[in-house]
């Protein structure tokens, strides 16, 4: 590219100059965008009849669309099932059982439960490191206690 096709196209700062055909810039993008959105909103009707035929001859892709679009999956919100507290190990188990049965009853998706099981999960691992450095605090306490009687 020579000295003069750059000048025509760019700024003496590199940039390309305002009004360029070439400017990658978001003015030329949201063109595009529109075009592309005048473009499906006139092939909606045949577009959603295609998808239509498609699912009752039982394209399984052309259902799923269909029923995303009709039927949307819920946004993670609060479930309204019974939360069991968790105050330590022995909590755990009900609180885990509590999530299966909201899972198997429906009330929340299995995606809600699995995070909610990976929270419990996460928080089984800080109730363990708890009990251990409680543990090895009195293990240590004992054994300077035994230590001094010995004295």
């Given at each position: 590219?020579?000295?003069?096709?750059?000048?025509?196209?760019?700024?003496?700062?590199?940039?390309f100059?305002t009004?360029?055909?070439?400017?990658?810039?978001?003015?030329?993008?949201?063109?595009?965008?529109?075009?592309?959105e005048?473009?499906?909103?006139?092939?909606?009707d045949?577009?959603?009849?295609?998808?239509?035929?498609?699912?009752k001859?039982?394209n399984?892709?052309?259902?799923?669309?269909?029923?995303?679009r009709?039927?949307?999956?819920r946004?993670?919100?609060r479930?309204?099932?019974?939360?069991?507290?968790?105050?330590?190990t022995?909590?755990?188990?009900?609180?885990?059982?509590?999530?299966?049965?909201?899972?198997?009853?429906?009330?929340?998706?299995?995606?809600?439960?699995?995070?909610?099981?990976?929270?419990?999960?996460?928080?089984?691992?800080?109730?363990?490191?708890?009990?251990?450095?409680?543990?090895?605090?009195?293990?240590?306490?004992?054994?300077?206690?035994?230590?001094?009687?010995?004295?």
């Amino acid at each position: 590219m020579s000295d003069d096709s750059f000048a025509d196209f760019r700024q003496a700062d590199g940039r390309f100059a305002t009004g360029n055909p070439d400017d990658p810039g978001q003015p030329r993008a949201r063109d595009q965008m529109a075009a592309l959105e005048q473009r499906v909103a006139e092939a909606s009707d045949e577009s959603i009849e295609a998808a239509l035929t498609a699912a009752k001859a039982g394209n399984v892709k052309a259902i799923e669309m269909l029923l995303n679009r009709i039927w949307p999956a819920r946004a993670a919100g609060r479930s309204r099932s019974r939360r069991p507290k968790i105050r330590g190990t022995s909590d755990l188990v009900p609180a885990t059982a509590a999530i299966i049965n909201a899972v198997l009853n429906g009330d929340v998706t299995p995606r809600e439960g699995a995070e909610a099981a990976r929270m419990i999960q996460a928080h089984g691992s800080v109730i363990d490191l708890v009990d251990h450095e409680q543990g090895m605090l009195e293990f240590e306490e004992e054994g300077a206690r035994q230590r001094a009687e010995r004295r």
